[in-house]
Structure formats: C-alpha cells, structure tokens
C-alpha cells in the first residue's frame, strides 16, 4: 500500500491561505480559521454518516485545534509530506481519525473526494490514521496512550541533529490515564524538549463517563508543572488563544497547552453529552447537525 | 456474514453479562474490573445491581491487570473486562508476572477478540492474543465458540481457582454446541464426525467449520469437526486420534497463524503422529480496512475457504 497522492490545485489554495492567516491582523485570522473549522466539522458530519461509524464527539473537540495547527503553525508542505524539515504532528487520541483527515484533505495532503471512502473496504482512510496508507500522518495510533513518547522521540531526534523544526502532539484528557503518557512526561522534560508541545483536548469526558467521575485527573496544570513542563491553559475552540500558546516562545521546557473544549463542540445537542462518542446520528440528526453548522 | 450465520447468531457478550451477574449474585467474593469499558463490555447492568463492585480504573490497562490480580490476592474474584487488544498487549508483562506467575485467580476477559473491530483497524484487532497468552505458563487459554461455551467458560473460570484468559466473541454466531458436550481442559467438542479429513476450528470460526463440512458432505467428503473450547490445555488425544483416523487436519481460528490454535496442533502432530495439515488464519500482514465480515473473507476465513483448504490437502497431501 503506497501513500495516496497530493492534491496540488487545494494544496496551493492551503499555502495561500497558511500565509495569508499568519500575515492577518488577530481579528482577519481568527474570523477565516473559524470558517475554516466550520468546513471541516462539516464534512466530519459527511464523513461518520457515510461510514455509519465514528466517533464524532471527540472529532467536533478536536477541530479547533487541528485546523488552528494546520492553517496557523506548522511548517509542512502537503506536496512533500515526508520533506525532512517539516514540523511533525501527531494526533495520539487517533479514535478521531475523521477530524483529522478532513484537516488534511482541506490542506491538499489528498483529495477531499476520498473522504468518502472513511472505513470503506480496502479504503486508505482506516478508522485510526495510518503514516503507510495517508500523507500528513506520522504515526499509528488508535491504542492510547502512544502519542507523547513517539513524539518525544520527534523532538530528541531534533535537538540531536540541532534542527529547528517543531513537534506536536495532540492527546485526549481521558488518555491521560494511560501512564505511558507520565513516562515521557518525565522524559521530555528532563531532556529540556523546548521544541515539544502537547496540546490537551480537555474535554472532560471519555468514553463512559466524565474524566472526573473515571478517574479523576485532578489538578492537571499542577501536574503537567510538577513534571518540569510549562503549562498554558486556553479557550479550546478560541482559534487566536489557540494561535498564541501553540506558537509563543518557550522557555527551555516542553510545553503543554491545556485546551478547554466541549465534545461535540457546534452541534447543539451532542454538546457535553458522553453518548456521542461513539453514537452514529441519524438522518433527521444529520440534516440537523449540518444546518446548526451552515450558520 | 454467511446466510445461516445470520439467521440464529447470537452476541456473546450479552451472554456473558448475564452470567456473570447471576454469579455475582450467588457469590459475593466476584467483582469486575473495567477500563473506561461498562458499556463496551456490558456491565451496565452489573453496575446497576452491584454499583460497589464494579471498579472502573479508567483507561489504564497495565493498572487494569495489577489491580486484579491485587484483588485476587486479597481473596475477591476479579474478573477483568477491557477490548482483547488492549488488555493482552498492553498489560501483557502484568499477565505474565502479577496473574499467572503469582498464580492470581484472575478471568482476564477479552472482549470483542480476533477483527470483531474490523474498521477500526489492527490497532483494534485482537489476532496476537491467542498466541501471548499460550505463551505464557499456568494460564488457561477459553475460547467460547457460541454463547453456550461463554456461559459455561464464566462458571467454569469463576470456579477453577486458576489464571485464565476468556476471549468472548462479538462477532454473531450461531450456537454450536451440542447437549451435554463436555467443558474443561483437554476435551474437545465433536460436532461432526467423518474419516477422509479433519478440521479443528475455535471461537468465531466453528461454526463456518461446520458449513464447510456441510457443502463437502454434498460431494461426498466425510469431514470430522473438532471444536476446541480450551486452546490451554489442550485435547492432544483428540488431536492425535483424528490424525491417525483422518487423512490431514486443518485448522482455522480468526487469529494470526503466528503461533495459535494451528501452531499448538502442529506442535502435536508433528510430535505424535505426524500428517499432512493446513493452517488457516490471517496471514503474518496487518489487515486492510474493512468490516469483520469482509475480512474474514478476505483472508480465507470463510466456509468456501476451509472447503478449498480440506481439498487441497486431500488432493496434495
Ligand atoms: C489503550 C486503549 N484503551 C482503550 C481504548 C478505547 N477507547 C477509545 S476512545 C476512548 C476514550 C478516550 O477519551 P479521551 O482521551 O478523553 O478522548 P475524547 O473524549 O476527546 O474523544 C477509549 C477508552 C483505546 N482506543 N486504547
């Protein structure tokens, strides 16, 4: 299986765009990423109802951030997805797969046409992204709690060659229960990864229940800080908060940038609501759902 | 999904909620263990009934496993429910040290084993899972075939005193067990008998076994059906009898052929009695996208593929 193709006419549009939202005024940038996130929680929609599968609350709240990351800080190239000074991304919490090849379809990283084939037979567009079958992608995931150490290898690789490129990485509150996440806490910051930053999509709820009610996290800033990592704490879907923690200068430390979000963030009755993890809506709910996010 | 498949399948995994929560009501010594997984591993209604003994650890396998085993030193009987891919292998050092090294009556639970997660990708599916906990010593393999074996696997686990690991089915199969067919290690299940060759199958698979023995009855191919409850320990005798009595086994387990089912009867045969045999499972590749049906097809796994298996064999040795 070799990797699908870029689309260059959408990845020009994408560089353009990139451009022009790190160049705008706060307001002219925060007003197109909001646009642009729209567009992609749109065709999430699209894309769980085709499949009849997927889990769309997580995929609403994480849009924001992955549509700020793209469009707003990293360095990537959709026609040369594996060029060696590209900022590596890395989405840990993967059950949101859908989130984030519409990202990448959006950004010309493949063509939006194969959206369609979410999960389908033989499809490259697995229910968890795969780094073989889909450009943009820079490891597997879909077992949780693999996000943090591979991308605090990324960041080791980079202070050892003295690079400047950056890594990201993306990570569910609820996946913050697997200790393999402590394990590289501990080590990115005793390594001084300044280049490293994990965004948490703190959402509050998993799959069951709230985080608090599973297995509390507690105070989670405090943690993230007793592990030697400078914390920033935004407005999840508030794309020039976003902007600002992701891109800030660091002061030798990792950086965790704890994002309060919602699940289910825009559709109005699948907002804070646990049974959307993994509920597939129905026709009359996607009709509904899209029309909330026409607005 | 075949024809007959659909039309009496069964969910195990409602089968195991049940009789796990008519257990917990006779013996308060059983608890459940969870991973953010009450109602992946249907113990809603467990909760319900016995809300102080259901322990949620939150998504934390390794911590899963340890807390079991935890509790079953300190005299409960855990029975520790998570998705199979996840509690074997990421909890798969606990299985080995703090379960059944510690000789911890532990029932690790595995639900939805084997591509019952087709779309959601290898991540999610559990094929290694037959192979690591054969591996591992004093742990006894269960491999329910319909939702009559994982009632009785939940009794007979609950009441063994011993380590086991229980792979319960969501893939829907029909029941398959015949009345009064025995359950416990080193008993197989004889749900056809022939003489020109033998399949031995376990779990989702037995029941496509049976309709392969089926279709070759109509060309007059007498095929014996060994079903194998217990992958450890395993019925050698059953084994080494259809290997001297038939002309070749082959054997099919939704599972990679790295070391499960098929490995385990080879071993036997080779060392016993020596035949030809075919060895039907996933191939050592990770899957393509797609549902669990069309991946068993995919790789063979269906009725026409054990029939294409047992006429090879028959024909090539
Ligand atoms: C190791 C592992 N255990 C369990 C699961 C099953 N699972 C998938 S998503 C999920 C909940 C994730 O919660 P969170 O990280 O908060 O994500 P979000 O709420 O943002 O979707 C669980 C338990 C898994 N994918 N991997």
Redesign the interface.
Known sequence: ?SLLAADPTRSAVYRQAAERIRRADRHTAAAELDQLATEVRRSIIRMIDR?Q?GHVGGDLSVTDILVTCFYGVLSVDPERPRWSGRDRFVLSK??CAAALYSTLAHCGFFPEAELDTF??????????P?RIKVPGIET??????HGLPVATGCALAAQLDGADWRTFVVLGD??L???SNWEAAMAAAHHGLSSLTAVIDRNRL????R?ED??ALGALDDKWRSFGWEVREVDGHDHLALLEAMSGSSTGRPVAVIAHTIKGKGVSFMEDRVEWHHKVPSPDQVEAALAELAR | MTVTDQQTAFDCRQDFAAELLALAAEDERIVAVCNDSVGSSNLVGFRERFPDRLINVGIAEQDLVGVGAGLANAGKIPFVCAAAPFLTGRALEQIKADVAYSEAHVVLCGQSPGMAYGELGPTHHSIEDLSWMRAVAGLDVIVPADSVQTRAAVRWAAASGRPSYVRIPRFKVPVVTPEGAPFEPRRAVLLADGDDATVIAIGSLTSRALQAAALLREEGVHLRVLNMPFLDPLDEEAIVAAARETRGIVTAEEATVSGGLGAAVAATVVTRHPVPMRILGVPRVFAPTGDTAFLLDHFGLSADGIVSAVKDLLRHG
């Open positions: 299986m499949a599968l993967g059950h999960m389908a037979p033989l499809s490259a567009l697995n229910g968890h795969n597997n995931t879909g077992a949780l709690g609820g996946e229960q697997e200790g998993q799959q069951g229940a985080t599973t297995n």
